[in-house]
C-alpha cells in the first residue's frame, strides 16, 4: 500500500548539514501493523512526517497505490493528507475549548463536510465504540490522559483514512494506560483492517506488532 524508494532528509542550518534519513527503502502492506524502533534522533519521526506528508524527503520518492504523492500539487496533497491519512502523536493535541465531539469532527469540517449533524453521529459512534460513550460533552481538560488519547484515536480514524500513523502514541502515559491505547489500536488492527505504523521506544509493545523496523543512523538496520 505504501513504499518508499531512496528515501532521503537532509536538514540544513548555518552549523552544516545533518541527515536524518539515509536512503529508505520500505513497503508497507495494506492491513499491517507495523513498528517503528530505534533511539532517539534516529529518524523514526521524520519518517512518519515523510508517509504522512507533513514534510518534503530531500531526495527520493513515497507512493500510496502506486500514486507519488508529493509529485501532486500542494491542495491535493493537503486534501489526500487529511482524508487518507491518519495521526496519533504522544501529546494529543485536542484543542482545549472544544469538547470530545467536537474534535473528532475536525478533519471533516476542515475536509469541507456542511452537514455538522452527520459529522456528530460519525464522532458519537466513534467514541462509543472506544468506551468514551459518557465522555463525548467533555472537555480535554476534563478528561484522563487516556481518555485524551482516545479522543485523538478517534480524530485519526473518523475520515476512514488508509493508514494510522502513531508517534510514540503510549509515551506520555503510565505503563497500564499504555497498554489499554495499545490493545486498543491492535483491536482496530484486528478487527476493522486499518494499517498503523507506530514510532515506540516501548519494546513490549513492538513485539505485539506484525513487523518491526529498526532504523540506526538514518538507515533501516534490521
Known sequence: MIETKGLQKTFRHPAGELKVLQGIDLTIKDGEMMALVGASGVGKSTLLHILGTLDRPTEGQVLHDGIDVFKLA???????RNKRVGFVFQFHHLLPEFNALENVIMPGLLAGEKDRNELKDRARGLLEELGLKGRLHHRPGELSGGEQQRVAVARALFMDPSVVLADEPTGNLDTRTGRELFDLLSRLNAGKGITFVIATH?????????RVISLADGKIEA
Open 202 to 210: 516501548d519494546k513490549g509493545l513492538s513485539d505485539r506488532c506484525q
Open 74 to 80: 500542494e491542495k491535493a496533497i493537503t486534501e489526500f
